[in-house]
């Protein structure tokens, strides 16, 4: 990619279960602390999911919570906290040129199940049936309410990507950036997930909802005995510019852009293929110009089902070999699986290991499951190395959409 | 339908509503639908558009809570009657007293 624009990140703000802002975020991650609730859900009494507990009002009124969505107040806390971290002076900057791409697992079926049961106590007369249904449900939601709030008037959209969402909302806006669309993009992924009983439903019903008695365990990848998914809500968007207008603003390089691909498996809806995850971590690398010995995390994608954990081991072990440098980790054990999210969380949650030197964990493995015991899995306890020039951050999802983000240290070759 | 039958108290019966009692049903809404304004100094003689920061979906909110609280059905040719709390106590009033019978 050397003849097109470097895209670096200079802003990024955040709300995960476990944290609201990268330093709360980051600080549990290496003290080993999860923070997952058990809640009520609709028509299925109580699971474990992650709840953020970000005050939405610090940035919107009170009117404009009510008429949107949640993923829409999550999005503009974000936005608003990475537009305050990147150090731009707003009101000096085109907002014809500032572009919002946001990465989403699915949009809408909160909105939709919320208006279904609301008619359900009115004989299901869809007289009763809210108009702000559709501006609430139309897949652009999270991005054109970020928008809205921030007077942004350049180019708005979501990118559907399954749980690959958080990656792909990044890729997009590099890819934006490098075509001169744009100045600055505002991207990463969202999900307001744990509000739709569908969502569970679905995953219990394909035996891959987590449960255990402490909530906190129930996501668990790589433990012999996970037993399937924790949903969580959570977003981080990323403030990304061109490397040259990052450096005349004297702008605070947090990484640069480095790689990246999306491919599709092609085979199965829900079962992960480990060849094409191959094609597709391989395919990044060579877009970045690495081999697999630069690469010292892997933020890896695993959600702890039974399946799903193996099919990413095995794609990992191919690739992967020799590499002593190489620490594998996973932050879904902390946080659970925040959707479109989570690729942008998980990659966040990794980022000050470029300068802090520790690599956090994946945490809650009691036995680990040889299949997935892959040389430099980080288990339990954070660890200290010698240098982190680059991370590999793992983000896949259904109907086969894989996708592979590579960020690396500003100033190294 | 089967909705559920309301159930009124004393003060909301509706057969006993004044127009008083109207504009603050109408202020409750709008206390909800727009949390952020101020309701305290609102004349009732003004166009609610001109002294609060109300949108025609706005308007749509109220016409909904209408119908959900009070059973009350606003037709689109009479939202223009829901201009001002003046407006909506005389237009509102005989709606509420029908239903009380």
Not at chain 1, 339 to 364: K, Q, R, Y
Request: charged share 20%; with cysteine; hydrophobic share 40%.
């Amino acid at each position: 990619m050397s003849s097109k624009p470097r895209i670096v990140i200079t802003g990024l703000g955040l709300t995960a279960p476990n944290g609201n802002s990268l330093g709360e975020f980051r600080a549990n991650l290496l003290a080993g602390k999860a923070r997952i609730a058990v809640i009520d859900v609709r028509h299925m009494g109580r699971h474990p999911a992650g709840v953020c507990d970000f005050d939405a009002t610090k940035w919107q009124k009170r009117k404009e919570i009510r008429n949107g969505t949640r993923v829409g107040s999550i999005s503009i806390f974000c936005a608003r906290e990475a537009l305050g971290d990147s150090g731009l002076d707003w009101d000096k900057v085109d907002k014809s040129r500032v572009g919002v791409y946001l990465g989403i697992t699915e949009h809408g079926n909160v909105e939709t199940e919320n208006e279904i049961h609301n008619i359900s106590q009115f004989g299901n007369d869809t007289k009763y049936w809210t108009h702000h249904h559709n501006p609430r449900t139309v897949a652009n939601n999270p991005a054109g309410e970020v928008t809205m709030n921030m007077g942004i008037t350049g180019p708005h959209y979501t990118i559907g990507a399954a749980c690959a969402a958080g990656n792909a909302g990044l890729i997009q806006a590099a890819q934006m950036l490098q075509l001169g669309e744009v100045d600055v993009a505002f991207a990463g992924g969202v999900s307001e997930s744990i509000h739709t009983f569908g969502i569970f439903a679905g995953f219990k019903n394909q035996g891959a909802l987590g449960a255990h008695e402490d909530p906190t365990k129930a996501s668990r990848p790589f433990d012999k005995n996970r037993n399937g998914i924790v949903i969580s809500e959570g977003g981080a968007i990323y403030v990304l510019e061109r490397l040259d207008d990052a450096l005349a603003r004297g702008a605070r390089i947090i990484a640069e852009i480095a790689g990246w691909c999306i491919n599709s498996d092609a085979t199965d809806a829900v079962l992960p293929n480990p060849e094409r995850q191959t094609e597709c971590v391989r395919m990044a690398l060579q877009r970045a110009g690495m081999k697999p010995q630069d690469i010292h995390i892997v933020s890896t994608h695993a959600t702890a089902t039974a399946l799903g954990d193996v099919q990413e081991c095995t794609a990992l072990r191919t690739v992967f070999t020799d590499c002593p440098e190489t620490r594998i980790n996973n932050t879904k054990s902390f946080i659970g699986h925040c959707m479109g999210a989570a690729g942008a969380l998980e990659l966040a949650g990794n980022l000050p290991s470029f300068h802090d030197h520790w690599v956090h964990p994946t945490i809650n493995i009691d036995e680990l499951d040889p299949e997935c015991a892959l040389p430099g899995l980080v288990i339990n306890q954070p660890v200290k190395v010698d240098r982190v020039d680059a991370i590999l951050n793992n983000s896949f999802g259904m109907l086969g959409i894989n996708s592979a983000l590579i960020v690396k240290k500003y100033g190294v070759a | 339908m089967g909705l559920p039958d309301p159930v009124w108290t004393f003060e909301t019966n509706p057969e006993n509503m004044t127009k008083d009692d109207i504009k603050q049903v109408v202020l409750d809404i709008i206390a909800d639908i727009a949390p952020d304004e101020d309701l305290a100094a609102v004349k009732p003689e003004v166009r609610l558009r001109d002294q609060l920061s109300l949108d025609s979906m706005d308007f749509l909110d109220i016409v909904m809570e209408l119908r959900k609280k009070h059973g009350i059905e606003v037709p689109e040719a009479d939202y223009v009657q829901l201009a001002s709390l003046d407006s909506c106590a005389e237009y509102l009033h005989p709606k509420f007293e029908a239903k009380g019978k």
